[in-house]
């Protein structure tokens, strides 16, 4: 079955960087599209980057354009997201989705907490 | 950025009592290649969305079919013909037509 593990989380100071991971499996990866979408606590959710099949596409949301850099490794079935300067508002638990326009499978999240 | 504006933001329904979510985009979701990229999301407590309905009206998999969707342009509807407990959470609405992408803001579904 599709499976989306995230990996990465923690405590980070403002300014400081953090790169979270997400391990895909039980489907082929380089097949798909990739994202990442964040949810701060008690709040909606926000799209942050996607990247196509073959990595030769990215984008991202305005709010961390220039800080958050999307790549994926298909020969290990994975998909990152590098986050640098990283400030309070960017405190969220950040879930690995498979898709872009229409997102249909999620990880389980892994939670960003920036704070001095 | 597109703006979904969902209405109710809390919506207290009677068990087996039907309930029904708006959106409403502020630019019409027809793609250039003639899709409407409308997603409807539900997301129990402490778990992570799953998806309901894409494309408007496509039903996912496993889903049961008391959820059903409708609307077209900028307007957009999830139904739920009749309510039952595990139906509990917030619904979003997504456009995936014009990036950036958004979500809105999530309507809380409580058993009255």
């Known amino acids: 079955q599709v499976q989306l593990v995230e990996s990465g989380g923690g405590l980070v100071k403002p300014g400081g960087s953090l790169r979270l991971s997400c391990t895909a499996s039980?489907?082929?990866?380089?097949?798909?599209?990739m994202s990442w979408i964040r949810q701060a606590p008690g709040k909606g959710l926000e799209w942050v980057s996607f990247?196509?099949?073959?990595?030769?596409?990215?984008m991202y949301a305005d709010s961390v354009k220039g800080r958050f850099t999307i790549s994926r490794d298909s020969a290990k079935n994975s998909l990152d997201l590098q986050m640098n300067s990283l400030r309070a508002d960017d405190t969220a638990v950040y879930y690995c989705?498979?898709?872009?326009?229409?997102?249909?499978?999620w990880g389980q999240g892994t939670l960003v907490t920036v704070s001095s | 950025d597109v703006v979904m504006t969902q209405s109710p933001l809390s919506l207290p329904v009677t068990l087996g009592q039907p309930a029904s979510i708006s959106c409403r985009s502020s630019?019409?979701?027809?793609?250039?290649?003639?899709?409407?990229?409308l997603n409807w999301f539900q997301q129990r407590p402490g778990q992570s969305p799953r998806r309901l309905i894409y494309?408007?009206?496509n039903r996912d998999p496993g889903v049961p079919d008391r959820f059903s969707g409708s609307g077209s342009g900028t307007d957009f509807t999830l139904k739920i013909s009749r309510v039952e407990a595990e139906d509990v959470g917030v619904y979003y609405c997504?456009?995936?037509?014009?990036?950036?992408?958004?979500f809105g803001q999530g309507t809380k579904l409580e058993i009255k």
């Open positions: 989705v498979r898709g872009t326009r229409s997102i249909d499978r």
């Open positions: 039980g489907f082929t990866f380089s097949d798909y599209y």
């Open positions: 990247i196509s099949s073959s990595s030769s596409y990215t």
């Open positions: 630019q019409s979701l027809v793609y250039s290649d003639g899709n409407t990229y």
């Open positions: 494309e408007v009206s």
């Open positions: 997504m456009q995936g037509t014009h990036w950036s992408y958004t």
